[in-house]
């Protein structure tokens, strides 16, 4: 294995780079020229020079700076509920006895098979006339979005933090019981500090869900000034589409964060999608 | 029970109550709700007292007359048909050329994962620009290596390729999940191949792919259903044109439930997809049994 010759597997390598990586700068070239150069023929590979005002006018043509902040809260809150009552559920599931514990934890796993398809539409019209009942509106608010978070969130990372939860050495727990520590004390204080590496990757990953997310802010916001930055994008697409430089520039500031964040938090990403792998 | 058992139930029903909760209205309410609405006509906005029962109505509708359905099913049947196993083996070929101890493994596994990261409305405008049959990067390669350029998007025939090409290109999460499976494997066993003289590829059909198997089967499961939500892309580049060649299976769905308010009509839509994913996910179970090996599974 050590002494064969590794040359061929190089060049696919970089040749399939090329191709993973064409998307990306095709579209950041494009977001740097000129109208007249984005529909020239044939095309120019460099955007010479390049039209910095092309993100300044993406940018003030809608606005991104309200979507940006929508964004960050909707998604922060949702990471927030996630980590919160997720480790909670899953540190019961770990640990606490109680009857009905492993049925329902059967049940936890096969509703991570369920598309989400089959509950969105009684879903939605539960919130809908929730109206009725509250005198308040919840449909093009946010919080039909985040309540669910806040109920343990998606059982892909209940089930994560389970599995970690299950490999912290069990005497710990018990010394500190002994100690007079209630259960609550535990997880929140021997628990969860001993957790950073499962609870990071949970964050990661449930941010870049819902940060992504679009069916779910297109089926329950329908006011402007309450879209996220995935539906303030598709707006520009319907006002701006012919102005492919400015969507170019719009979509690169879309994926900036994300790609911050990947690049930032790659190690517990790659851990946490090759867990979900293994243990499956 | 103890008192001390009857205080550690309690606790733990405690624990898990906001999973317990929202299991029961948002997942197991919703779906038994969504059955009934299946059997009714109503917009779901309108007071309950204007939903009318109408049997089996929608079913047979949906089965017999209903030309869109019809597309939207096949689309995303043949798009999972030719997407899930092209998926598979891009991210078997990927992971099998990284676990080769190459250098620079963690800038190629960057470059190959990056993209499935980063899915969502701003790549499919990506896709959508580097498919433009006039000004798009792809047409303009094709037209450099003298190549047909198709229409693509604009082309029934080849709009459904573009979502399948895009669903290879963010393959990176099943290749990572294929790449940890591959670095599981026991080197002991390879050196106990090579012993035997066996050749690379016999190592490989031998003892990569059986130890491989049971990750090679969660991507399996996972991508079939993946492959029926395909949504945002085709909302974004298409809306399920041109003629409805892009017509995916949850967008008409969605322009059922929320551009037309036939919510009976489309929880029907949505009990369909459920039984058909149900039905392929304990096909792939079942057949699993022939293909899918567990380490300890003779000893145990």
New interface residues.
Partial sequence: ??TRN?WP??L??VF??I??????L??LS?SLKKLDA??A???TLLPVPPQWSNYEKAVTSLPFGQFLMNSVFLTLACVAGQLV?GA??A???AR????G?DV?FL??LS?M??????????????W??LRDFTGMDWVGTFKPLIV?S???GAPIF?FLMRQFFKGIPVELEEAARIDGCS?FEI?WRIVLPLSRPVLTTVAVLSF?GH??D??GP??YLDRVETYTL?LG??MF?TVNGGF?HY??AA??L??LP??VL??VA?RQ??QG??????K? | MTRR?KR??????L??S??????V???A???I??FL?SFTRWN??TP?HELKWIGAENYVKLLTTDHSFAKAFRNTAFYAVVAVPLGLATALS?AL??N???RGLAA????????S???????S???L??FNP??G?VN?VL?LLRLPEPGWLTDESTALWVFILMSV?GVG?TM??????LQ?VPTHL?EAAALDGASTLSRFRHVTLPMLS??LF??L??GI?GS??V??SA??MTGGGPNEATLFY?LY??QK??EQFQ?GY??AL??I??AV??AL?LLVFRSSRLWVYYEGELSS
Avoid: D
């Fill in positions: 294995m050590k590794q597997i190089y696919l390598l399939c780079s191709l993973f990586i064409t998307p990306f095709f579209a494009s984005v529909y023929y044939p095309p009552t909670l559920v540190y019961s599931f606490l006895r109680w009857p514990r329902m049940v936890l509703t098979m369920l598309p989400g398809q089959v509950t969105m539409i009684p879903t939605f019209i539960l809908t006339h669910p806040f109920l343990g209940i259960t997880f870049i940060w992504h679009f069916m297109l089926i995935q994008l598709r697409q492919t969507l170019m979509s690169m879309v994926l994300v790609l990947f690049f790659q990403l790659v999608i090759s867990l979900t792998g293994i499956g | 058992a550690e139930a309690l606790e733990g029903i624990f898990a906001p999973w317990l909760i929202g299991f209205f948002f997942t309410g919703p779906m709700a969504s609405l779901g906005i309950l990927l050329m990284l080769q101890r190459v190629f596994r960057t470059i190959f994962y990056l993209p990261v980063v899915s969502g409305v701003a790549t405008m990506l896709w620009w580097l006039s000004f990067g303009w037209h290109w999460n990572l999940i294929t790449l940890a499976g599981e390879y049971p990750t969660f991507n499961v996972m259903i029926f939500q949504f945002t909302y974004v949850v769905l969605y439930a929320f919510m489309a929880s949505a009990w997809l459920f994913v149900l996910t």
